[in-house]
T-cell receptor, first 116, second 111 residues
Framework: EPEVTQTPSHQVTQMGQEVILRCVPI?????FYWYRQILGQKVEFLVS????????KSEIFDDQFSVERPDGSNFTLKIRSTKLEDSAMYFC??????????????FGPGTRLTVL | RKEVEQDPGPFNVPEGATVAFNCTYS??????FFWYRQDCRKEPKLLMS???SGNEDGRFTAQLNRASQYISLLIRDSKLSDSATYLC????????????FGTGTRLTIIP
């Protein structure tokens, strides 16, 4: 069964450093998403991406964040200068279509980011 | 008011029991509704979509009340493997693909 994959599974970084989280969405999917979940809290939407551009972003997704689809398979989230409060589990998701019907977003296993 | 509100639990119920979860959402324009389950330190996985007429999938039954902005999930004959956190999730269609999650209700099935 096709699945979303993410690397690395765990990333430890120093405050102020740049990190890039990588995702490989399911191959025929067209919509891509990043969510995050701070330990003990709810899953929060960061950004959605379609047709090589951001289609929606949340207030969390400020200038420190960026997304890119550098090739036909990878989808990356970059945090330019990490803060302690960026420590969270980051989930990538993809879906075949956008808002028509109850189509499913498939989530990857997540990258646990720890900022020291 | 929280966008999607759930009782955080925990719910500790014996194996074989029936358990019900409730959820309310604040945006009356919300169009799609889901229950996801999340195991400890894992990703959310879709359990079932929730349709206006209510729907059933094996031991799981979901109901939607648009007038009250209320969603429910019923699990019958609970199994040990049902132990997880159950997430109520809402999507406002109209060009927004983002999912809005509740904080989740933690369920533990006791042997």
């Amino acid at each position: 069964e096709p699945e979303v994959t993410q690397t690395p599974s765990h990333q430890v970084t120093q405050m102020g450093q740049e990190v890039i989280l990588r995702c490989v969405p399911i191959s025929n999917h067209l919509y891509f998403y990043w969510y995050r979940q701070i330990l003990g809290q709810k899953v929060e939407f960061l950004v959605s991406f379609y047709n090589n551009e951001i289609s929606e972003k949340s207030e969390i997704f400020d200038d420190q964040f960026s997304v890119e689809r550098p090739d036909g398979s990878n989808f990356t989230l970059k945090i330019r200068s990490t803060k302690l409060e960026d420590s969270a589990m980051y989930f990538c998701a993809s879906s075949e279509v956008g808002t028509s019907g109850n189509n499913e977003q498939f989530f990857g296993p997540g990258t646990r980011l720890t900022v020291l | 008011r929280k966008e999607v509100e759930q009782d955080p639990g925990p719910f500790n119920v014996p194996e074989g029991a029936t358990v019900a979860f409730n959820c309310t959402y604040s945006n009356s324009a919300s169009q799609s509704f889901f229950w996801y389950r999340q195991d400890c330190r894992k990703e959310p996985k879709l359990l079932m979509s929730v349709y206006s007429s209510g729907n059933e999938d094996g031991r799981f039954t979901a109901q939607l009340n648009r007038a009250s902005q209320y969603i429910s999930l019923l699990i019958r004959d609970s199994k040990l493997s049902d132990s997880a956190t159950y997430l109520c999730v809402v999507r406002d269609n109209f060009g927004n693909e983002k999912l809005t999650f509740g904080t989740g209700t933690r369920l533990t099935i006791i042997p």
